[in-house]
């Protein structure tokens, strides 16, 4: 892929009646497994699910995505310290890993090798789309795949040859998001035209309208992530880690 495909990459959510061969799946992974990692610990794991049984029992954990089910493939990376505090103990070292910092480079891992994975298969032709439901109910996700001691889902990718080009979104400049030598305080008046092609993108408006709001922010803050929802699924991703070992 060169700098064009990345900046004309969008996710795609509706995948041919076509199957992944096992050996292209097996080599993208083990060239994501070339991402940069903390230490070269490689603290993730990827747990491949393909049965029909398997995605029907992730499906409501998704929010019944409908791509969970369609999607030929779904991948579940793990933040993984089980695996690296096990080969320590066996070593005869003393592992002191069941901790939050532990779990932050952890995430890390996991999620620049999620980021690897997209990269390399979109390389390879397919459609690949994150679900951010992975993280609202880790319990269940745990428990449906059977993940131990200090081993967290933090990442979940559908991931299939492409039915259509999938839809291209809006980003923001890239004046908002850089910042030289120090960080940048913006007016107000920035912020708003740094958003403004996000607030006028013909798609956002019409959320704004469908969901009977004044702006775009208010479907963001009252409909899609509003704040009891986030503290909710917070207390019960906390709760998650500390069962799992990361918050001793």
């Given at each position: ?6 900046k ?14 096992p ?8 060239a994501a497994?070339r ?13 491949v ?9 992730l ?22 310290f089980?695996r690296?505090?096990?080969?320590c ?9 069941d901790?939050?910092?532990?779990f ?8 620049i ?6 990269a ?12 951010g ?6 319990e ?32 923001l400049?890239?004046?908002a998001?850089v ?10 008046e ?10 006028e993108y ?5 959320f704004?309208?469908?969901n009977?709001?004044?702006?775009l ?32």
């Amino acid at each position: 892929m060169n700098m064009e495909d990345f900046k004309a990459r969008r996710s795609v959510r509706r995948y041919a009646d076509r199957d992944i061969d096992p050996g292209l799946l097996d080599s993208i992974i083990e060239a994501a497994m070339r991402a940069p990692t903390c230490g070269n610990m490689q603290l993730y794991s990827v747990v491949v699910t393909r049965s029909d049984e398997g995605k029907k029992a992730l499906a409501p954990a998704h929010f019944n995505q409908p791509m969970v089910t369609e999607a030929p493939v779904v991948l579940t990376v793990c933040a993984d310290f089980n695996r690296f505090s096990r080969w320590c103990r066996l070593s005869n070292a003393d592992p002191g890993y069941d901790n939050f910092l532990s779990f932050m480079n952890a995430v890390a891992d996991a999620t620049i090798f999620a980021q690897q994975i997209v990269a390399v298969a979109e390389g390879e032709g397919l459609g690949t789309c994150y679900l951010g439901t992975v993280t609202y109910n880790a319990e269940k996700v745990s428990e449906i795949l059977g993940l131990p001691e200090l081993c967290v889902p933090v990442a979940c990718i559908t991931l299939g040859w492409p039915e259509g080009e999938g839809v291209e979104t809006e980003r923001l400049p890239l004046e908002a998001v850089v910042h030289l030598e120090r960080y940048r305080e913006d007016s107000d008046e920035k912020i708003m035209e740094l958003f403004k092609a996000k607030d006028e993108y013909v798609p956002n408006r019409r959320f704004v309208e469908e969901n009977d709001k004044e702006t775009l922010a208010q479907v963001f803050t009252d409909v899609r992530y509003p704040r009891a929802m986030n503290e909710d699924f917070s207390r019960a991703f906390l709760a998650h880690l500390r069962a799992k070992g990361f918050m001793s």
